[in-house]
């Protein structure tokens, strides 16, 4: 009796519409006491409604199983992004029903609106779909699709749940993944921001004989082939291929500082996926170094078909630390794991000039074994509030320290130019198409 309870009548709740027939054969019953003329009216009333209550009850819970309902997501859920979510329902009644979907999303999340409503005719299938965008990266867990079923006479509605406790991984940013993948080997770069390089050196394994077009070097002009086509036609040098491309992230507090929901350690995550799938494409061997108060993760270079399942593996999972990075331990773990010279990209951010004079001395000893660039941050509202016009005393003295601050990031650009090491100054959002602009150039000088 306890277990035909459980399964029916805790997922049975009455709905407005039987509390307001109920409350009117109240007022019947009220009525009767002024006017006797009413006589079994109230009493009838009410057993009409109870045994339409019945009746709802009975054609609800007839079928054991009078609706299907499912979500169907991806396997992983790509962070900063909208990811799509779609919930099929079924109608398996002979009649119409009102349906109340509410989805439990992972708390993560906040939100409390995913309530749907709609009707649903016999036979009839019907998609619901949203997206969510999730600011961190980690687990995920969607609890149930809890579906609220109302026949046409609306008494009572009868719950069923649906796809139980289900946990999503939230990787790195991958959606558009591919659109990087095509810009890198198009002529449309410059639609996602991306540029075209023009060539300035070559070089020396040969490729092929190709029609002249604008851009290419005139000193690559095949004129024997020329003279045998009647039109300029120019030799085609491979770029080199199978350097090492490794992605240093900064996990320390400096990487806390949050913009448009995701903080610089994501941004920084990103990219590199980013740019280990373009470098990859363009056959160099990418790998992956994660450093704070000490060294973290450390996938060596290479260019197998799994890597970038490798490193989104690791970069999932890694959350920014509280203490600021040791450069000396990374130096030493660089020069323990990196044999051959290439490039080395470190995602940081500095505070101040004195918290790069700090750390230069290591970054001078990187780049005297590897190419070394160094991506850090602007801040975007330090140069909103540069920009914006002095009403008062304090609006001055705010607008004088935040030019200060951005005066002191160029003079850090200066700085690591000073010493040979390359640079991006960046805002977040531009940061992806930064350092793919910068690796490209860099491919197309002949630097790496």
Not at 121 to 129: G, L, Y
Not at 287 to 311: H, M, W, Y
């Given at each position: 009796m306890k277990k035909f309870f459980q399964q029916y009548y805790i997922n049975l709740f009455l709905k407005d519409r039987f509390f307001a027939a109920l409350g009117f054969c109240v007022v019947l019953f009220l009525?009767?006491?002024?006017?006797?003329?009413?006589?079994?009216?109230?009493?009838?009333?009410?057993?009409?409604?109870?045994?339409?209550l019945f009746v709802d009850i009975f054609i609800l819970y007839r079928i054991p199983k009078g609706i299907d309902a499912h979500r169907f997501t991806s396997k992983r859920l790509s962070n900063g992004d909208e990811n799509p979510i779609q919930i099929e329902i079924k109608n398996r009644y002979g009649f119409g029903v009102n349906v109340r979907v509410i989805d439990e999303v992972p708390y993560q999340f906040q939100l409390r609106d995913?309530?749907?409503?709609?009707?649903?005719?016999?036979?009839?299938?019907?998609?619901?779909?949203?997206n969510l965008r999730p600011t961190k990266r980690g687990e995920y867990e969607f609890g149930f699709i809890r579906a609220y079923i109302g026949s046409p006479l609306g008494f009572i509605s009868r719950r069923y749940n649906f796809d139980g406790a289900k946990v999503l991984p939230v990787y790195p940013s991958f959606i558009n993944l591919g659109q990087y993948e095509l810009?890198?080997?198009?002529?449309?770069?410059?639609?996602?921001?991306?540029?075209?390089?023009?060539?300035?050196?070559?070089?020396?394994?040969?490729?092929?004989?190709?029609?002249?077009?604008?851009?290419?070097d005139i000193r690559t002009i095949n004129w024997k082939a020329t003279a045998r086509k009647g039109g300029l036609m120019v030799n085609n040098y491979t770029d080199e291929k199978s350097q090492n491309i490794y992605c240093i992230i900064d996990k320390s507090r400096v990487m806390r500082m949050p913009f448009g929901g995701l903080s610089l350690l994501d941004y920084a995550i990103n990219a590199t996926v980013a740019l280990t799938k373009v470098a990859m494409l363009k056959e160099d061997k990418a790998g992956l170094i994660t450093i704070s108060e000490t060294i973290g993760s450390i996938v060596p270079a290479d260019r197998k078909s799994a890597q970038l399942g490798n490193i989104m593996n690791v970069l999932y999972k890694e959350k920014t630390r509280y203490l600021e990075s040791n450069l000396e331990t990374l130096y030493s773990s660089v020069r323990a794991v990196v044999k051959q010279r290439g490039l080395l990209v470190f995602f940081t951010n500095f505070e101040s000039l004195s918290a790069l004079e700090r750390q230069l001395p290591y970054l001078q000893r990187l780049s005297k074994y590897h190419l070394l660039l160094v991506v850090f941050f602007e801040?975007?509202?330090?140069?909103?509030?540069?920009?914006?016009p002095a009403k008062d005393i304090e609006g001055i003295y705010h607008k004088t320290i935040a030019e200060k601050f951005i005066y002191e990031k160029k003079l850090m650009v200066k700085a690591l130019n000073k010493h040979g090491i390359l640079s991006i100054l960046t805002s977040p959002q531009n940061l992806t198409l930064n350092v793919i602009n910068r690796y490209l150039a860099l491919k197309a000088q002949q630097r790496i």
């Amino acid at each position: 009796m306890k277990k035909f309870f459980q399964q029916y009548y805790i997922n049975l709740f009455l709905k407005d519409r039987f509390f307001a027939a109920l409350g009117f054969c109240v007022v019947l019953f009220l009525l009767k006491f002024f006017f006797t003329w009413l006589g079994d009216i109230p009493e009838i009333a009410t057993a009409v409604v109870f045994i339409l209550l019945f009746v709802d009850i009975f054609i609800l819970y007839r079928i054991p199983k009078g609706i299907d309902a499912h979500r169907f997501t991806s396997k992983r859920l790509s962070n900063g992004d909208e990811n799509p979510i779609q919930i099929e329902i079924k109608n398996r009644y002979g009649f119409g029903v009102n349906v109340r979907v509410i989805d439990e999303v992972p708390y993560q999340f906040q939100l409390r609106d995913k309530d749907f409503r709609l009707s649903l005719k016999s036979a009839e299938v019907k998609s619901i779909h949203y997206n969510l965008r999730p600011t961190k990266r980690g687990e995920y867990e969607f609890g149930f699709i809890r579906a609220y079923i109302g026949s046409p006479l609306g008494f009572i509605s009868r719950r069923y749940n649906f796809d139980g406790a289900k946990v999503l991984p939230v990787y790195p940013s991958f959606i558009n993944l591919g659109q990087y993948e095509l810009m890198a080997v198009s002529r449309h770069l410059t639609e996602m921001g991306i540029k075209r390089i023009r060539k300035i050196g070559n070089s020396s394994e040969f490729d092929q004989i190709k029609n002249y077009v604008g851009g290419d070097d005139i000193r690559t002009i095949n004129w024997k082939a020329t003279a045998r086509k009647g039109g300029l036609m120019v030799n085609n040098y491979t770029d080199e291929k199978s350097q090492n491309i490794y992605c240093i992230i900064d996990k320390s507090r400096v990487m806390r500082m949050p913009f448009g929901g995701l903080s610089l350690l994501d941004y920084a995550i990103n990219a590199t996926v980013a740019l280990t799938k373009v470098a990859m494409l363009k056959e160099d061997k990418a790998g992956l170094i994660t450093i704070s108060e000490t060294i973290g993760s450390i996938v060596p270079a290479d260019r197998k078909s799994a890597q970038l399942g490798n490193i989104m593996n690791v970069l999932y999972k890694e959350k920014t630390r509280y203490l600021e990075s040791n450069l000396e331990t990374l130096y030493s773990s660089v020069r323990a794991v990196v044999k051959q010279r290439g490039l080395l990209v470190f995602f940081t951010n500095f505070e101040s000039l004195s918290a790069l004079e700090r750390q230069l001395p290591y970054l001078q000893r990187l780049s005297k074994y590897h190419l070394l660039l160094v991506v850090f941050f602007e801040n975007t509202e330090l140069k909103t509030l540069s920009h914006a016009p002095a009403k008062d005393i304090e609006g001055i003295y705010h607008k004088t320290i935040a030019e200060k601050f951005i005066y002191e990031k160029k003079l850090m650009v200066k700085a690591l130019n000073k010493h040979g090491i390359l640079s991006i100054l960046t805002s977040p959002q531009n940061l992806t198409l930064n350092v793919i602009n910068r690796y490209l150039a860099l491919k197309a000088q002949q630097r790496i």
